[in-house]
């Protein structure tokens, strides 16, 4: 690999609690690098609205909160990620989840000769987040945000995922930001801290 492709190369994992404004911030980074955003919650959703088979398979689970088999969700990851479009670069959010995951993606991403350049980690305290999803639950009507179901979700979170960050954080490519404060803060503080790294947009203009 040359420096110019590794310059170019723009491979994104954002990680945070439910409720850490993570969706947001993803897509915001996302187009400054010009690399699609693979949202997983977003295509299970996708599915379950539109009635398609996988949408019949993953629709129970995602309504109690629980995690989506690693081997279904793996599959439909490694598809998404074979596409053209995510040949140079991709913002992941939700996916990896947990350390089966992460070795899932590592399978798929090593062999290609590829790796992550930066997991940015959106520490937003419990109690944050919670007030941020019992928000979200009056403004989306999701399905998912009843307070039974965000409890259950948040304890797999802490359970399952933020142990992923030790395994990044063993490679040094996590990127921790403080997730409290507007969204134009936490926006500066995440391109401060990719530029910081050597990480700049392509789109500089797109960032607030
Ligand atoms: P999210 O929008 O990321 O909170 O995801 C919504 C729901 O989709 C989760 O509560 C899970 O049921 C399912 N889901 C999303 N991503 C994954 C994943 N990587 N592994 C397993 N289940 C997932």
Known sequence: MTSADSARSARFLIVGPQGSGKGTQGVLVAAAFD????????????????GTELGKQ?????????????????????DRLAQADAAEGF????????RG?????????EPRGEALDAVIELDVPRDES?????????????????????????????????????????????????????LDEVTTRIFESLAAR??????PGAVA
Not at 40 to 49: E, H, L, P, S
Not at 91 to 98: A, C, I, K, V
Not at 101 to 109: G, K, S, Y
Not at 146 to 173: F, K, S
């Open 130 to 182: 919670i007030a941020r999803l019992r928000q979200r639950a009056v403004e989306q009507g999701r399905t998912d945000d009843t307070e039974e179901v965000i409890a259950n979700r948040l304890a797999i979170y802490e359970r399952e995922t933020a142990p992923i960050l030790d395994v990044y954080r063993a490679r040094g490519i996590v990127v921790r930001i403080d997730g409290v404060g507007s």
């Open 101 to 109: 995951q992460v070795a899932d993606l590592d399978a798929f991403l």
């Open 91 to 98: 913002l992941l959010d939700g996916y990896p989840r947990n």
């Open 58 to 78: 993953v629709q129970s689970i995602i309504e109690a909160g629980d995690l989506v088999p690693d081997e279904l969700t793996s599959a439909l990851v490694a």
């Open 35 to 50: 690399v699609p955003q693979i949202a997983t919650g977003d295509i299970f959703r996708a599915n379950v609205k539109g």
């Open 198 to 203: 050597g990480l700049a947009p392509v789109h």
